[in-house]
Nanobody, 119 residues
């Protein structure tokens, strides 16, 4: 079993930055990929960014050039640096982990952290 706990969300103005953190615990030796999903009000869950054990990354088109995902295996953490935030980035952001790849059905989910971008 893997537990994921997100932190770092908050209320910011458009153009500002936030850095989300995710701490993993439990049996994570077989985890090959981690990432972030988000869910905006009235919308479904959207894949935002992923990173595998080789630190190869992938991003949704809507966040490319603005968001950066990274991980620290020693600390069992994954991060999401979010720059140039837009109101449409407002959502609950979920940390996810998968045994194989950053796919549409992650094996583990965190509880989510709220990001609100508003003036």
């Amino acid at each position: 079993q893997v537990q994921l706990v997100e932190s770092g969300g908050g209320l910011v103005q458009p153009g500002w930055s936030l850095r989300l953190s995710c701490a993993a615990s439990g049996t994570i030796s077989n985890i090959n990929a981690m990432g972030w999903y988000r869910q905006a009000p009235g919308k479904g869950r959207e894949r935002v960014a992923g990173i595998d054990n080789g630190r190869r990354t992938s991003y949704a088109d809507s966040v490319k050039g603005r968001f950066t995902i990274s991980r620290d295996n020693a600390k069992k953490m994954v991060f999401l640096q979010m720059n140039s935030l837009k109101p449409e980035d407002t959502a609950v952001y979920y940390c996810v982990a998968d045994k194989t790849a950053f796919a549409v059905n992650p094996d583990y989910w965190g509880q989510g952290t709220q990001v609100t971008v508003s003036s």
